[in-house]
């Protein structure tokens, strides 16, 4: 069959699926709308939760920043998989047991406060926007190129497809489908990636064929990885570090607070039937998480010396990549590289104009390399390969047949919807419960409350598909932020609301909008004021990464810490919270007397 | 001796498993995958240098131990000190 044909029927039916999960989850209370009614087994709940968190850049963008990052790819790895520890021991079961929707709304109870409870509805609308942005831009993407459609239309029919099964079926909806979306998306990642491992190690698990040796020598597969990208002016896979190693630790450690205080996965354990389902489930998403995120390092790698084997001859060979011959002629390339030449997202420029590919690092420090390219009559880097085709053209790569790619095709799709839709349910349930409810009406019934939740939600979907149809040109700067805000803001101020009995409400406030003013400061200083280009500000601050070589993605860990430090200071100053606050901290601590979440205030 | 069953006590044992907790979370990521990955490099793990595979794959399987870990030890300590849920 046709590869267009293939990839339409696979797409087609896992939209056909989510539709008829819509249809079946219909939400009739805001129980079922805000928290699937509190009757998710933790299993299913933890699927749900994986397909919330891997996005589309888990799905498309993660192994191709690995290939390129090699050893320091590791932080997305451990950044985006260690916070689920912190969620697990020291958020979950706790906001589970406080039992209501939102996350704003325990810390405007905790800190009896709506001011406070207003600020982290902010926090949670910048964090939960900037990240969705991403998300529809990814939708757009992936359908342009597996449809056939304009990005445009990609983005509308997404759009279509979320509001069908999010507006209508509410969190009970949005779980099932997830559900639904986790299994696309991750026989979509694990399968070519089988494939691949047998074809280079000879082991079906690519996270044992990593370790393995490289079929048809001697060496092990990353030994011969990390002489031949050094040997070519790269640096060594293995070893090779962003920046420095503080920055390695400070960005790994702000993946891992800004997981933990991301809005729309800590609402997923608002969905468990209890206190010790929370627990267990933060694990259970964990799991399947990890059967993405530890194939993911075997994807890059691979693929990477997938590719340096593709071009240059010698790799598989040995001998001198250096050598004329080695390098292959532009002439005899693949099929695959033809189809993404027409992308753009892969690119061959003929430098010498000997009609072949030479692929290396022509900016390299080492001198080696340098001595044998020129030595080699090598004017530059010929090659250029945009990371995000790692995934995507990895079946074609390693030769695979149609419907593996088509599966690929749904899988990007089922993790860039799985995702938006979360998101869009964070924002609702902060526009719905914890603004229109919670400040400007609280008396409003449940029956207008759903309408107005349904409402937000759209509203949400037409704001973000706009966003993504008219992306604000900062797509790399904005998850940073959305991380850099989750950490610096909301997640010590809820840690602080259950672990320190005596912390009341100005030090929360406090410490909220210092970490994040001082985290907003940073990135901004980079990246511009709201990433309006040209309004950087660099030199205030003494130039780029100037606060210990601390790049702005890895800044949100010391927010974090600005935000603990000045709420405990203000907190020593000003009198501490009311006694039934401090009871009210007593119960939350404890898993007895759980009950089923409820918006009651 | 009586043992204390008071919610102090209670929140004294929790705070304790947690300590231990984040001590190995600690150590498995930040330690092993990033501080001493050069020494931990010189050792081999099959085809992996063990820094590195820290970093790449060992980290994520301690942390899936480690809040399966977690939430069993807390259905202990809940019973223990009588406050689980029925």
């Known amino acids: ?601 | 001796m009586k043992e204390d069953k008071s919610s102090h006590a209670y929140w004294n044992a929790t705070l304790g498993l947690l300590t231990k907790i984040l001590i190995v979370w600690f150590a498995v990521s930040f330690g092993a995958g990033i501080l001493f990955v050069d020494v931990l490099n010189n050792i081999k793990l099959g085809g992996y240098p063990l820094g590195f595979w820290f970093a790449h794959q060992g980290s994520i399987y301690i942390f899936i131990a480690l809040i399966f870990y977690y939430a069993k030890k807390m259905g202990d300590i809940d019973r223990q000190f009588d406050v689980h849920e029925d």
């Not at chain 1, 963008?61 to 260690?82: D, E, H, P, R, V």
């Not at chain 1, 304009?150 to 279509?160: E, H, K, L, P, R």
């Not at chain 1, 044992?208 to 990390?226: N, P, V």
């Not at chain 1, 530059?380 to 995934?391: F, Q, S, T």
């Open chain 1, 1 to 601: 069959m046709e590869l267009q044909t293939t990839i339409y029927i696979f797409v087609g039916l896992s939209f056909a699926l989510y539709l008829g999960i819509a249809v079946w989850a219909r939400a009739g209370s805001t129980s079922e709308f805000y928290a699937a009614g509190g009757s998710v087994h933790p299993i299913t709940n933890g699927m749900a939760t994986a397909a919330d968190w891997m996005s589309a850049a888990s799905f498309i963008s993660m192994a191709g920043l690995i290939a390129n990052m090699g050893y320091g790819g590791g932080l997305f790895l451990m950044g985006w998989t260690g916070g689920y520890v912190l969620l697990a021991m020291l958020l979950a079961p706790y906001l589970r047991k406080f039992g209501k929707f939102t996350v704003p709304q325990f810390i405007g109870d905790r800190f009896y406060s709506k001011s406070a409870s207003t600020i982290a509805v902010m926090c949670l609308l910048v964090a939960s926007l900037t990240y969705i942005i991403g998300q529809m831009t990814g939708v757009g993407i992936a359908f342009a190129r597996f449809l056939g459609v304009s990005s445009d239309t990609g983005i509308y029919v997404g759009m279509a497809i979320v509001f069908a099964y999010a507006v209508f079926g509410g969190m009970k909806g949005i779980t099932y489908t997830q559900v639904a979306q986790y299994i696309v998306l991750i026989l979509a990642y694990t399968v070519p990636a089988v494939f691949i491992s047998l074809q280079l190690a000879g082991n079906p698990f690519p996270q044992l064929g990593l370790g393995g040796t490289y079929t048809g020598t001697d060496m092990s597969l990353l030994a011969k990885l990390d002489q031949v990208v050094t040997d070519l002016g790269f640096g060594k896979y293995t070893t090779q570090l962003p920046g420095s190693t503080l920055n390695m630790f400070m960005y790994t450690m702000s993946l891992m607070i800004g997981t933990a205080g991301l809005p729309h996965v800590i609402m997923r354990f608002f969905t468990v039937p209890s206190v010790k389902d929370a627990r267990s489930s933060a694990g259970w998403a964990l799991i399947f998480i990890a059967i993405l995120y530890t194939t993911a390092p075997a994807v890059g790698a691979m693929a990477k010396l997938n590719l340096h084997a593709t071009v240059n001859t010698a790799v598989k060979a040995g001998g001198d990549l250096y050598a004329p011959e080695a390098s292959i002629k532009n002439e005899d390339r693949p099929d695959w590289m033809k189809r993404w030449e027409k992308t753009g997202l892969l690119k061959f420029t003929d430098k010498n104009g000997d009609g072949r590919i030479q692929y290396y690092n022509d900016k390299t420090k080492n001198e080696v390399a340098k001595g044998k390219a020129e030595a080699a009559g090598w004017k530059g880097n010929e090659l250029d390969v945009n990371a995000d085709i790692i995934v995507l053209a990895n079946p074609e790569i390693a030769l695979l047949p149609n419907w593996v790619i088509a599966l690929v095709a749904a899988g990007g799709l089922a993790a860039a919807l799985s995702t938006a839709a979360g998101l869009l349910m964070a924002i609702s349930s902060a526009v719905s419960h914890d603004l229109i409810k919670g400040v400007f009406n609280p008396n409003i019934s449940e029956k207008n409350e759903l309408l107005a939740g349904k409402v937000s939600m759209a509203v949400a979907i037409v704001v973000a598909g706009y966003l993504g149809l008219n992306p604000p040109g900062f797509a790399a700067g904005t998850v940073a932020l959305a991380f850099g805000i989750a950490a610096s803001s909301l997640f010590p101020a809820i840690m602080m609301g259950i672990f320190s009995k005596k912390m009341n409400k100005e030090g929360a406030m406090a410490g909220m909008l210092a970490g994040l003013f001082f985290t907003l400061f940073y990135v901004f200083a980079h990246k511009g004021v709201f990433f309006i280009k040209g309004t950087e500000y660099l030199g205030l601050i003494g130039g780029a990464n100037s606060f210990f070589g601390i790049t702005p993605e890895a800044i949100g860990a010391v927010g974090a810490l600005v935000n603990f430090a000045v709420a405990f200071l203000v907190d020593k100053v000003t009198k501490e919270p009311p006694e039934h606050i401090q009871a009210m901290v007593e119960a939350v601590r404890i898993p007895r007397g759980s009950k089923t979440v409820t918006g009651a205030h």
